[in-house]
């Protein structure tokens, strides 16, 4: 394989990993997972309640940060929640557990691609850098499916927008990742499926920005495929190796 860059970035859920159910579903029995587990711990709130209020916090600071970019974990969220309900004093780590059950639930969601590993290691014995970029709400969770999947080794740094309090595509993480490998942006390429936050993210700072399309059939692509325009495009991870 002839060798064009240096640094490779990648994005995670969609292009290394990918969810196989419908996500509405999975949100209404991973909130009752969390209900439980704060009953369990002894919280006393109304299932039913809690669970709606939690979804409506949840959307309401999800359009907050798609126009903001920036990142608001789910354990603030939680905490928000918890405190509009009149339970101020929960302590962390119930939170975390609390929170842990519920992402059990979307994390058996998830699968991973079958040319993943192949990939990832060609591009290594190449000798190019790798490293990761993934917008989420809980870094716990992220970490969980990268070490669920063996994908850790592969990757010399790891970036999670709960992390680092700002989102794909601000141009901050972006340049983090830069930065880190003292890398130039020529010699640098993103892979992704989203084109507002993978493509237009990494071009905003003078990467290439490379379009995994497989999984890329989505409301939040159609919206934007006039106007933000991938360097390249590649159907599967596999076919990265010829570019």
């Not at 901050?172 to 936050?197: C, E, W, Y």
């Not at 059939?217 to 590649?234: G, K, L």
């Amino acid at each position: 394989m002839a060798r064009s860059f240096d640094l490779i970035l990648f994005d995670l859920g969609n292009t290394l990993i990918y969810s196989t159910r419908h996500w509405r579903d999975l949100f209404f029995q991973s909130h009752t997972a969390l209900c439980q587990a704060l009953l369990a711990a002894g919280v006393p709130i109304d299932p039913e309640r809690f669970a709606a209020r939690f979804r409506q916090r949840t959307a309401e600071n999800f359009a907050a940060r798609e126009a903001s970019l920036v990142e608001i974990t789910t354990a603030q969220i939680l905490q928000e929640t918890l405190q509009l309900e009149g339970f101020a004093d929960v302590p962390s780590q119930t939170i975390r557990q609390s929170l842990a059950a519920m992402y059990a639930v979307t994390q058996k969601n998830y699968c991973l691609e079958a040319d993943t590993h192949a990939t990832l290691t060609a591009l290594r014995s190449s000798g190019c850098r790798l490293g990761l970029i993934s917008n989420a709400a809980d870094a716990a969770d992220v970490n969980t499916l990268i070490d669920r999947d063996n994908l850790r080794p592969y990757f010399e740094r790891i970036w999670i927008s709960a992390e680092v309090g700002v989102r794909k595509p601000h141009p901050l993480i972006f340049q983090l990742a830069l930065d880190f490998f003292g890398t130039s942006p020529a010699r640098t390429a993103m892979v992704g499926d989203s084109l507002p936050a993978d493509i237009q993210g990494a071009q905003s700072v003078g990467i290439t920005a490379i379009w995994l399309t497989r999984r890329a059939d989505s409301p939040e692509n159609h919206a934007v495929q006039s106007h933000i325009h991938p360097d390249r495009s590649i159907p599967t991870l596999a076919a990265l190796l010829k570019v």
